[in-house]
């Protein structure tokens, strides 16, 4: 019977979680990191309660179709956090999106203050 306590709380803490990671992906504060599947887990014990429940409510099918979706649209969510955050990696580390053409390499600065040298012109 503990899966009604812990639906009931978890359905009481669902919105506060959605409603503070939504807030943060608003003001771009929230950068995506391994720990963020975490996440999952809660909601996958939220779906097995609600699967529960519906195991001693056979009445109440709604209950299968909730928790399957909520489900789903938690790992679609973080699947496509992490393909954004793994595209967005790429750019930061290597300065250019997949598919473009390489960015050719900086010269040395030792070239430049040679070059701008005063009497550096006479040398050539």
Do not use: C, N
């Amino acid at each position: 019977m503990f899966y009604y306590t812990f639906w009931g709380l978890a359905g009481l803490l669902l919105p506060l979680i959605l409603a503070v990671t939504v807030t943060y992906l608003r003001r771009g504060m929230m950068e995506f990191a391994e720990s963020w599947w975490a996440f999952v887990f809660p909601i996958a014990a939220y779906s097995i309660s609600t699967i529960h429940l519906y195991l001693h409510h056979t009445e109440e099918s709604w209950l299968l179709y909730y928790a399957g979706f909520l489900y789903a649209l938690t790992w679609l969510f973080y699947s496509v956090t992490t393909v954004l955050s793994v595209y967005h990696g790429y750019r930061k580390w290597f300065g250019h999106t997949p598919g473009e053409e390489t960015p050719t390499l900086a010269k040395p600065l030792y070239e430049d203050i040679v070059s701008e040298a005063p009497g550096s012109e006479d040398k050539r």
